[in-house]
């Protein structure tokens, strides 16, 4: 099932923030994103959510964030919790849920919830995640859940 | 089987191809991440050994989870499995004798694919 709403990009700045507890893929997805889009002005990574929300005050446009984060440290929010979060403080931000395959049900259920995209964490995660950052910089509409077929 | 074939060491444990496509083909930005794969795998396995020894489950499963995304980037396609089932039973937390098996399994590939990875980055300068 897919569901359609809209989003408009508001900032004249382009700033991104990766929340991703492997340093290797938030370092990847970072240079990755770099090298595809050479006009975003910076691209933030940060291990644990908390940190991400102590930065929030630099209005990045979109928030990827793994749906589990926390491997090191036991008092740290969840991702869900710390989505819920971005979304009181900066509603706008669009957030980008990236979720292994045996998490897509609760990673559906916090799309529904929360007013996010999901891209399952698979070998095409790179290639949908730039199509949904260039649908985000084009004010395109876009579907906010891929296809699961 | 390709998989004993791989464990016993007649092949590499590594795929670089996904790693090559995603920076583009561009050496320095692959030998980039090779060297942060080079720092944080000892890192995480040191942990999730330390948290196998303890049976500690809810380390266990998210030090396994984090460890799929990291293991997914240099292709080591092998770890997936093993990885799924330590998260699994760690969150059932049970069977820690399956746990340290499966950890020394993974102990294994990974100082494998720690060998691969610093001898392939010669190739990325």
Request: overall charge negative; proline content about 3%; glycine content about 2%.
């Amino acid at each position: 099932m897919e569901t359609e709403f809209f989003k408009s990009m508001s900032p004249e700045e382009k700033i991104i923030f990766i929340v991703e507890d492997s340093e290797v893929y938030a370092k990847s997805l970072q240079t990755f994103i770099q090298n595809r889009f050479l006009d975003v002005k910076e691209i933030k990574t940060f291990r644990i959510g908390e940190m991400c929300l102590m930065e929030l005050h630099h209005n990045p446009c979109i928030v990827i964030m793994d749906y589990f984060l926390n491997s090191k440290y036991k008092a740290a929010d969840n991702g869900l919790e710390i989505i819920k979060r971005i979304k009181t403080q900066r509603p706008f931000t669009n957030i980008i849920v990236l979720s292994a395959q045996e998490e897509v049900e609760v990673a559906l259920e916090t799309v529904k919830q929360t007013d996010c995209y999901y891209i399952r964490k698979d070998k095409n995660a790179f290639n949908k995640v730039e199509h949904l950052i260039s649908q985000i910089f084009n004010r395109n509409n876009f579907p906010a859940i891929e296809s699961l077929n | 089987m390709k998989t004993d074939e791989t464990e016993s060491g007649t092949e590499n444990v590594c795929s670089l191809s996904y790693l090559s496509e995603i920076m583009g083909g561009k050496k320095n930005l692959i030998k980039e991440i090779m060297d942060v794969f080079l720092k944080q795998i000892p890192e995480e396995l040191q942990c999730i050994n330390d948290s196998v020894a303890k049976a500690d489950y809810p380390i266990v499963k998210s030090l396994a989870h984090t460890m799929k995304s990291s293991v997914s980037i240099m292709g080591i396609s092998i770890l997936g499995p093993i990885l799924q089932e330590m998260v699994d039973l760690a969150k059932e937390a049970e069977n820690i004798e399956k746990i340290k098996g499966l950890n020394l399994k993974l102990n294994q590939i990974c100082m494998r694919a720690i060998s691969e990875i610093e001898t392939a980055k010669h190739s990325y300068v």
